[in-house]
């Protein structure tokens, strides 16, 4: 997952950086921080993956036209 499809993620579920924060238990800042381009560790990766799957979205790796997301 990268940062676009981290945004793009929440922008489908239409929830904010808080209710994400919430619901995979990472912070806020954290997720700011990684839609903005920076580091995180794969640890936390995975929690906003996971939170994001049992939300309903899938996730589009690599296709030509970039990596994506769509709602299950």
């Known amino acids: 997952m990268n940062s676009a499809q ?6 489908a579920l239409k ?3 808080r209710e994400l924060a ?3 238990n990472v912070t806020p800042n954290t ?3 990684i ?3 920076g580091d995180a ?3 936390t990766i995975e929690k906003l993956k996971d939170a ?3 939300a309903g979205i899938q996730f589009i790796p690599e296709n030509g036209g ?3 997301v769509r709602l299950k």
Not at 6 to 11: D, G, Q, T, Y
């Open 22 to 24: 919430e619901l995979s």
């Open 15 to 17: 929830i904010g950086v």
């Open 31 to 33: 997720i700011s921080r």
């Open 52 to 54: 994001l799957d049992a």
């Open 6 to 11: 981290l945004r793009m993620a929440r922008a």
């Open 41 to 43: 560790m794969l640890s």
């Open 35 to 37: 839609e903005n381009g």
């Open 66 to 68: 970039g990596a994506g």
